[in-house]
């Protein structure tokens, strides 16, 4: 079984301060983790999504994480945040080995502050 | 069109009506799923079809009926639905690899349901 945590609901952040969103998961194997962004009436699309590799990972908008295997974590940051990043984000994990369906968590709102 | 396109966007019924929502891939992807996004709740995955077939079906009330004619089309079929149904319904598409399931999945703008 595998799960995901994102323990913050609601980050309020200033315009062009970081920002670091929390994910914590749990799985009994090798994973591949994710992170989506969900716009206002829109559906989810992906920022960044780590496979294998390299531990940092790049997206899009400047956003970056990091895999942790051992905290097992995937923390998603950006260095300086812009009024257009008010969103949801949510991070997701997939177990490997066979077929296995993404488990997302509860999402996190950030909110930009001018 | 590009991406996952999902008709309607907004859908207000009755408890007694029948209606469908449609979902279409310009991905050429293999592997589509409906979702159900409700305020304050986790992402629920409704069902999911690879190659056609339909591999997960997560004790989905049968008043939800999906049906997937072709890889490029999924369809939710609703009827007789309840208050606590009003959620967004999203179609997302993925590619499956060899049966060792799919990386990153693209998702729909959603159809916002509200049942009356």
């Known amino acids: 079984a595998q799960s995901v945590t994102q323990l913050d609901s609601q980050v309020p952040v200033f315009e062009e301060a970081p920002v670091e969103l929390r994910c914590n998961y749990s799985?009994?194997?090798?994973?591949?983790l994710f992170w989506y962004v969900q716009y206002p009436n829109q559906g989810l699309q992906l920022l960044l999504k780590y496979l294998s590799g390299s531990t940092l990972v790049k997206g899009i908008n400047g956003f970056e994480a990091e895999f942790n295997k051992s905290q097992t974590s995937f923390h998603l940051r950006k260095p300086s945040v812009h009024i257009s990043d008010t969103a949801e984000y949510f991070c997701a994990v997939r177990s490997l080995g066979g077929y296995q369906k993404v488990t997302f968590g509860t999402g996190t709102k950030l909110q930009v502050i001018p | 069109e590009t991406g996952v396109t999902q008709t309607p966007r907004h859908l207000v019924m009755g408890m007694t009506n029948k209606k469908s929502l449609k979902c279409e891939q310009h991905?050429?992807?293999?592997?589509m799923y409906w979702y159900k996004q409700s305020a304050k709740k986790p992402l629920e995955l409704m069902f999911v079809y690879s190659l056609e077939e339909r591999v997960e079906n997560n004790s989905v009330p049968s008043r939800f009926s999906p049906e997937c004619p072709n890889s490029s089309h999924l369809f939710l079929h609703l009827h007789t639905l309840q208050p606590e149904d009003s959620a967004l319904y999203l179609c997302a598409s993925s590619q499956e690899l060899d049966g060792q399931g799919a990386y990153e999945q693209y998702f729909g703008p959603g159809t916002r349901l509200t049942v009356t």
């Open positions: 799985s009994s194997v090798s994973v591949y």
């Open positions: 991905l050429g992807h293999n592997a």
